[in-house]
């Protein structure tokens, strides 16, 4: 199987994101990039290098619904006619006719002033700028084979950073596209997300994750390609330091809650005091997603009062 990566732009902190080709028949974009002239140029650049443009896609797979990752998806399945497919539980969030309203109850529990929710949610409204959402696409299952010429890709499908999160194997050689599942110089943000199957309650981010993770291990792979920066090698070395930093970042966020208790969104600030703009979301998501994981291994007790959500010790 013939794969090349393709660097984007993109005006995000995490940097440029990686978007493969595979150049078999249908010859197939693994994401697309965030919708900017400078991510286009670089795409059909990408492509020109390599003898194709952007008219010659067939098949364009999202890996999830995160704006750096599928906004050009659009853009190139209307150049070319490729059709574009994403995991059945990130599908809604990039179609036009999404609604992203379930945010404001989790942020409203979370203890957010409502001030600072329309900060967060006028930054997601920014973020689909950087999309052009589009009016359909084909939906993934776990398992399911995409399937080449010669060949075949199988969905794992990867819940954590995003609800319907996809990896990519190959199972022949072991070789596994992770998106933001895997990355070697970043730790995935478990971002705070509505359930696929009930939008009041919160997607438990963090025990997905780490399921995830573990099911990766067991997949043995020899050579992990991110959405981001360099390829993993070693996964059993990644696989133990992503462990131990989340067994340490829980034995920190634990320190901090008082007798009284706390809600997420002060827990976030005592967490992650120096963040700041959009990042005092992604502080909220991690934070929220160690309470709630905290809460499923019977660390931290969970209580209701009123509309809020508060979290003590046992």
């Known amino acids: 199987m013939k794969v090349h990566r393709i660097i984007v732009p993109t005006p995000f902190y995490v940097?440029?994101?990686n978007v493969y080709l595979v150049q078999e028949d249908p010859l197939t974009l693994i994401d697309a990039g965030p919708r900017t002239k400078e991510a286009m140029q670089a795409l059909k650049d990408g492509l020109r290098l390599l003898g194709h443009r952007l008219m010659d896609i067939?098949?364009?797979?999202?890996?999830?619904?995160?704006?750096?990752?599928?906004?050009?998806?659009?853009?190139?399945?209307?150049?070319s006619g490729a059709s574009?497919?994403?995991?059945a539980w990130d599908a809604p969030a990039v179609l036009s006719s999404s609604d992203h309203s379930a945010y404001r109850h989790l942020l409203e529990k979370a203890g957010v002033p409502e001030e600072m929710i329309e900060k967060i949610l006028n930054g997601q409204a920014k973020f689909l700028g950087w999309t052009n959402q589009l009016e359909t696409v084909e939906t993934l299952e776990d398992e399911q084979e995409i399937e080449f010429e010669h060949e075949s890709l199988m969905v794992v499908h990867t819940p954590g950073h995003t609800p319907g999160s996809i990896s990519l194997a190959r199972l022949s050689s072991r070789m596994i596209f992770t998106s933001d599942t895997v990355l070697k110089n970043i730790t995935p943000n478990p971002v705070l997300s509505p359930d696929p199957y009930d939008d009041k309650k919160r997607f438990q981010s963090l025990g997905e994750y780490l399921v995830s993770l573990a099911r990766l291990r067991s997949l043995a792979p020899t050579l992990l390609r991110g959405g981001h920066g360099d390829d993993v090698t070693d996964y059993e070395e990644h696989f133990q330091r992503l462990y131990r930093?989340?067994?340490t970042r829980q034995s920190k966020l634990i320190g901090l809650i008082s007798r009284d208790g706390i809600n997420a969104w002060d827990a976030s600030l005592k967490l992650f005091p120096t963040a700041n703009g959009y990042h005092k979301f992604l502080a909220l998501s991690e934070t929220q997603a160690h309470l709630d994981f905290a809460v499923s291994e019977n660390k931290l007790i969970?209580?209701?009062?009123?509309?809020?959500?508060?979290y003590h010790l046992p």
């Open 245 to 247: 930093h989340t067994q």
């Open 15 to 17: 940097g440029p994101t």
């Open 84 to 87: 574009v497919y994403i995991h």
């Open 58 to 79: 067939q098949r364009i797979i999202i890996t999830h619904a995160h704006a750096d990752h599928y906004g050009l998806a659009r853009d190139v399945a209307e150049e």
């Open 302 to 310: 969970l209580e209701k009062r009123g509309e809020q959500e508060f």
